[in-house]
């Protein structure tokens, strides 16, 4: 199929299609709701409510059928590109398929519509589910205690060094450093400085993995721990992760995992089994809660038993008399991180999905996943640059340099890309790697799509040969070509204006 794709010419034929004549719909008087007539006194609404209360005309406010609406959204949904259309293989971002019955389990009614503030006599089925999906998650990770509140990866991060922190405060002195590789993805060095610790960079070796020697020497007793993302963002298992433990350990300092790419483990290894303390889970990664697009996130933290008084308050318990109870009696919690218990709808999508696949069938996903990155890794990289070559786990990072010897760089292939129908992968990150292009499949993939994908690859290297100018200028294809991708990110244009 994408061998089929012709280079398209970068002018576009000059016909002005149907869609684009009719962006603007509105116009005075069209309707799209059919209101019953008023059936109660007409009273003034200023005089019943108060004119303050009343509001008269929206400016610019859309007047349009009901049909225009459907066709506008539909037609606006077939210009963007999701997981349900195609290849995602975003790496870092573990774009995989959620299966849609997981949605349907977190819409029950029982589920959906349990007010939040309810008593925990009514809101028995919630909070066992809440301390069953927390119960999983240990499972899974090997540790003794998870708190669901925190909303997002970072703010995980966040937590489990707060935790940290109050632990080591506890012990007489907080320390002041927290070493993390070099390797790490932003929000490491973020949520340490906002825990008011400083950051120490470690530099990776040549396999791509921590120095053992640096980190020997960069471990004092002034350094509070260790923050390492496994597998590391090259996709790399850290072999020597129980010697790391040993060093960090030694010195008392804790070991943090950032377990954002737990989706190359789940089901094969448990991190408290190598010498994790703390670490964080992403539920929109790994876990079936659809992701991208800035929300809803879930970063639950999981941590050995020593750091459990520290957890966030409330953790949902289960009494001797076999009743659920959200506990508020936590002396040493680091206190609230989110509102409520986090992100619920996100724990029951994640139940859900732990128990439709049971042990086995998350074991199967994280091989699945594991080969098809493999896969991909081992056909292409007779054409790019691997700049490590260690084993990968779930993703597999190249690198531009070969083509960027005809000055074509990881952005304009990934541009390229779009045009034979595929979602870009990570451009530029990890920062270790010049011209970096970071691929994470997913075991979502079939083996026939990874080969489409591989195809379109092979087939823009050679573009790259023959015509660079066709890759420097992509996409043709979309509605909007090349954008300036500073003032997208910095002056975005969120909504439409009249
Ligand atoms: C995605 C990711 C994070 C951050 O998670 P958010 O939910 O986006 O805050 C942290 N570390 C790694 C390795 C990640 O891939």
Not at 349 to 375: F, P
Not at 471 to 488: N, S
């Amino acid at each position: 199929m994408a061998k089929m794709l012709k280079p398209p010419s970068s002018a576009r034929p000059h016909i002005t299609r149907n869609e684009d004549l009719i962006f603007e719909l509105s116009a005075p008087g069209k309707v799209g709701a059919d209101l019953a007539p008023l059936d109660v006194p007409a009273a003034s609404a200023a005089e019943e409510l108060g004119a303050e209360l009343v509001r008269g005309e929206i400016e610019g406010f859309p007047e349009v059928s009901e049909l225009e609406v459907i066709r506008h959204f539909t037609r606006l949904s077939t210009w963007n590109y999701g997981v349900d259309t195609g290849l995602y293989p975003l790496g870092s971002c573990t774009m995989k398929y959620n299966p849609r019955v997981n949605e349907v389990v977190a819409r029950l009614e029982g589920v959906a519509t349990l007010h939040p503030y309810a008593p925990d006599e009514l809101a028995q089925g919630c909070l066992r589910v809440l301390y069953e999906t927390a119960r999983c998650l240990a499972e899974i990770t090997g540790m003794d205690a998870v708190s669901l509140q925190p909303a997002a990866g970072a703010q995980g991060e966040l937590t489990g060094i707060l935790m940290i922190r109050a632990h080591l405060a506890d012990r007489g002195h907080p320390r002041k450093t927290i070493l993390i590789p070099d390797s790490a993805h932003g929000t490491n060095p973020a949520s340490v400085a906002i825990s008011g610790y400083e950051v120490r960079n470690l530099k990776s070796n040549a396999r791509g993995c921590l120095d053992l020697s640096e980190l020997g020497r960069a471990m004092t007793e002034d350094v509070a721990g260790l923050m390492l993302t496994i597998p590391n963002t090259l996709g790399i298992f850290e072999t020597d992760i129980r010697k790391i433990a040993e060093l960090v350990h030694a010195k008392g300092g804790l070991l943090y995992m950032d377990g954002a790419n737990m989706n190359a483990l789940v089901g094969v290894a448990q991190p408290a089994a190598f010498g994790v303390d703390v670490m964080h889970l992403n539920l929109h990664k790994t876990f079936t809660t659809p992701h991208g697009g800035g929300g809803p996130g879930s970063g639950p933290v999981a941590v050995r038993k020593f750091l459990e008084p520290y957890l966030p308050s409330p953790l949902v318990a289960h009494g001797q008399d076999g009743r659920y109870f959200l506990d508020f009696d936590r002396a040493k919690s680091i206190g609230r991180v989110r509102s409520f218990c986090g992100n619920f709808g996100m724990a029951v999508r994640a139940l859900a999905y732990i128990l439709a696949n049971g042990a086995e069938g998350l074991r199967q996903t994280t091989e699945d996943a594991v080969l098809n990155a493999n896969y991909v890794r081992e056909r292409l990289k007779d054409l790019f640059a691997l700049p490590y070559d260690s084993p990968s786990l779930h993703e597999c990072v190249f690198s531009d340099s070969r083509q960027a010897a005809k000055g074509v760089r990881t952005g304009d292939i990934a541009k390229r890309l779009i045009d034979y129908g595929f979602h870009p992968y990570t451009t530029s990150f990890p920062l270790i790697v010049p011209g970096a292009m970071m691929i994470e499949p997913t075991e979502s993939a079939s083996k026939a799509e990874l080969d489409a994908f591989i195809e379109a690859m092979r087939s823009i290297v050679q573009e790259v040969e023959e015509d660079a100018e066709l890759v420097l200028k992509a996409p043709h294809t979309t509605r909007v070509t090349r954008l300036d991708e500073t003032a997208a990110a910095r002056k975005p244009v969120l909504r439409w204006k009249p």
